[in-house]
């Protein structure tokens, strides 16, 4: 498999033109002469998008072309007012890189074999209605949005390998801050081309092309489906034939849509408006000076500077405000496993429910640690600690003054505990006996009639001494 993404850049403009790129307008309300291909109309190349592009392309270690060029590339349809979409062809700003994957514990290499900026076309929209048969509207807001075009090499075996792949170039997408990787709102959209060969051959297979993948979830049951079709196809003695097919949902099969174009059926030529785009030295390394760190050396440096385990790392580096988050707290409290685990469980799933991001969190990574020294000094037990999480995510207030305010501080006075014990001991002698005959799970019941006499405030190892020495006694 090979796959084709295409992903809608962060700008505030258009492509060739100062038209707003801002999704889900009025429609037709962002256009001009230019994005809507009126005769005269010129482009006027936007320069954020050829900073985004070699941004990416250093991301994915590509060579930047000092030269590169546009190219019409001609075809018929409606939401296409020039009859052609501006696009590079020969000589793409970008080209062999490639895009480390973690497959299981080891890295698997997926080449990429070109990075191209081009421009979105518009939208069709489908009506119909009782009154009237169907029709369509077209809507030109997204004509000439800008995109780049990632292309991979065939390099991908499975349809696991796949999702890897476009997770990982998502984030990466995400962390250089040039696509939101929106898939509900098509900012991220994904093609992949796919063929069999019989285990020995050095060729591959007649692909077929597969198109409009908009989730994870669909893209993975369409390769499936694909692949199994075309494997059954060869094996009755028929043959796979290039083709452009479409995944449908709710059937959960693919279905052809029309034969495979050729590059030389679009007539490719380069884009006489525009000239060539020559980039220098310079302006390659100030892009440079701006590149984060990636997902992947993030991971690997969170596995050795940290010790966590590998899933924490996905986890974690998987939003670069959540890292952010964590090495704030680590910093603080710097036992990383203990603050890995609150944030995986505790702080994610508040953060979820209430549909804020890490970097907007209401708790904050030091109020996270505090909350963290109170448990292990033992102040409050983990079981309180739990509790107030979700208030203290709401809220934003200070740990200890909550703690301090509510009256949970932990008690670890062994004459107030050993008070509480005699009192359930003396109340329960049919459950004693039974412990004492050998039914030790019954310490639970002791521990659990404890605590809710002193809500849940008494030190839990203490009280598990205390009531263990008791009734062996
Ligand atoms: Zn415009
Ligand atoms: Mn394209």
Redesign the pocket.
């Known amino acids: 498999m090979g796959l084709?993404v295409?992903a809608h850049l962060l700008t505030n403009s258009k492509l060739f033109c100062g038209c707003s790129t801002k999704f889900g307008a009025e429609p037709n309300s962002h256009t001009c002469p230019t994005c809507m291909g009126l005769p005269g109309a010129l482009p006027v190349l936007n320069r954020k998008v050829v900073d985004f592009a070699i941004k990416l392309g250093l991301a994915l270690h590509c060579d930047i072309n000092r030269r590169s060029i546009f190219a019409r590339k001609n075809y018929f349809y409606p939401d296409l007012p020039k009859g052609y979409?501006i696009?590079q062809y020969e000589e793409p700003i970008c080209e062999n890189g490639y895009l480390d994957v973690f497959m299981g514990d080891t890295k698997k290499r997926i080449r990429v074999k070109r990075v191209h900026m081009?421009e979105d076309a518009g939208k069709l929209v489908h009506e119909s209605t009782i009154e009237t048969s169907s029709y369509s509207m077209v809507d030109y807001n997204r004509s000439s949005v800008p995109?780049l075009?990632i292309v991979s090499e065939p390099d991908i075996r499975t349809p696991e390998e796949a999702i890897l792949y476009l997770k990982i170039l998502r984030d990466v997408l995400i962390y250089l801050e040039i696509c939101d990787g929106n898939m509900e709102e098509g900012s991220f959209r994904c093609d992949a081309n796919v063929s069999v060969r019989r285990k020995g051959e050095a060729i591959l297979g007649t692909r077929a092309e597969l198109k409009n993948l908009n989730s994870f979830r669909s893209i993975e049951r369409s390769l499936d489906y694909e692949i199994t079709r075309q494997i059954e196809l060869i094996k009755k003695g028929g043959e796979v034939v290039q083709e452009t097919r479409l995944f449908n949902v709710d059937e959960g099969i693919t279905y052809s849509m029309r034969g495979k174009e050729e590059a030389h059926d679009y007539r490719y030529f380069p884009e006489p408006d525009l000239l060539p785009l020559v980039v220098d030295d310079g302006w390659i390394a100030d892009v440079r000076k701006t590149l984060p760190e990636l997902p992947i050396e993030k991971m690997e440096r969170f596995m050795n500077e940290y010790g966590l385990p590998k899933y924490d790392v996905e986890i974690l580096s998987s939003d670069k405000g959540l890292a952010g988050y964590f090495e704030e707290t680590v910093k603080i409290f710097p036992e990383p496993k203990t603050v890995s685990n609150w944030i995986m469980t505790e702080l994610l799933r508040e953060l979820k429910d209430g549909n804020v991001s890490p970097k907007d969190s209401p708790l904050s990574p030091a109020h996270l640690a505090e909350l963290l020294a109170l448990i292990k000094d033992g102040t409050i037990s983990i079981k309180i600690g739990k509790e107030i999480f979700p208030e203290l995510c709401k809220s934003g207030a200070s740990p200890k003054r909550l703690v301090a305010d509510k009256g949970l501080v932990q008690i670890s006075d062994e004459t107030a505990i050993t008070s509480i014990v005699e009192a359930v001991i003396a109340r329960s002698p049919k459950e004693v006996a039974e412990f004492k005959a050998g039914k030790e799970k019954l310490l639970g019941f002791f521990v659990g009639q404890v605590m809710k006499e002193m809500k849940g405030k008494a030190n839990p190892k203490l009280l598990n001494e205390l009531l263990l020495k008791r009734l062996k006694d």
Do not use: A, D, I
Request: glycine content about 0%; charged content about 45%; hydrophobic content about 15%.
């Open positions: 084709e295409h979409q696009s081009e995109l075009e």
